[in-house]
């Protein structure tokens, strides 16, 4: 596609429920990036894919968070078992020159 | 461990003033900076980036930045602000070029212009 699209825009949820966020990244892109944005907390790294090597998990906060990458293209992050303060903004990323990423428009998550 | 530090968390100037928005970063070696802009609304857009070569950057809309070893900083300005301006500004850093290197963000600077 022509951005990198992300779904849902906005996800309010309640406490303990499962949550899946999705990530179309841009055609050809082979890095795909998984951020979240909390209030002046800026940007924190969670998950990184690069091709099909094994991807980067480093940022991710708790075992209750996961992601995958189909086919080298779209993503999905997984949030079992949310909690309130998993409320943020959640941004995915796609890069086909390293290190220069475009950005989805975020999946906003509210948990109640 | 790479990491960024953005001084002032909010900045406030005038129309038609100088814009500077600080940026100190940490990097055990060379590092690749970047400014990305994210206005309400939207998602982030690279503003400008320094891998090697002239110190003294050019980005989009008039924004430009220097890399000072020195000072391990990488400070954004424009000479004149434009209401179009106010928005959220964030500074990165990488310590590589290519697959593997993540990016590491500030906490942001939300710049605010006024008549």
Same mark, same amino acid.
């Given at each position: ?112 | ?21 600080? =940026?100190? @970063? $940490?990097?055990?070696?060379?590092? @690749? ?5 994210? @206005?309400? /609304? ?7 980036? @320094? +891998? ?8 989009? /809309?008039?924004?430009?930045?220097? !890399?000072?070893?020195?000072?391990? $900083? !990488? ?10 301006? %106010? %928005?959220?500004?964030? =500074? ?12 590491? !963000?500030? +906490?942001? +600077? ?6």
């Amino acid at each position: 596609g022509a951005g990198v699209s992300q779904s849902p825009s906005n996800k309010v949820t309640e406490k303990g429920k499962d949550v899946e966020l999705r990530c179309d990244p841009i055609s050809g892109h082979t890095a795909l990036y998984w951020y979240r944005q909390s209030l002046g907390q800026g940007l924190e790294f969670l998950i990184y894919f690069q091709g099909n090597s094994a991807p980067d998990k480093s940022g991710l906060p708790s075992d209750r968070f996961s992601a995958e990458r189909t086919g080298g293209s779209v993503s999905t992050l997984t949030i079992q078992r949310t909690q309130q303060e998993d409320s943020a903004v959640y941004l995915c990323a796609s890069s086909l020159a390293a290190n220069v990423l475009t950005f989805g428009a975020g999946s906003r998550l509210t948990v109640l | 461990a790479q990491s960024v530090t953005q001084l002032g968390s909010h900045v406030s100037v005038s129309e038609g003033a100088l814009v500077l928005l600080r =940026c100190n @970063y $940490s990097s055990s070696v060379p590092p @690749y900076l970047f400014w990305y802009v994210q @206005y309400p /609304n939207q998602g982030l857009q690279l503003l400008l980036k @320094y +891998t090697t070569g002239a110190t003294l950057v050019k980005g989009i /809309n008039g924004f430009e930045a220097e !890399f000072k070893k020195s000072e391990t $900083s !990488f400070h954004l300005t424009k000479p004149s602000a434009h209401m179009s301006d %106010a %928005a959220e500004y964030f =500074c990165a850093v990488s310590d590589g070029w290519g697959g593997g290197n993540k990016l590491t !963000f500030g +906490t942001g +600077t939300q710049l605010k212009v006024e008549l």
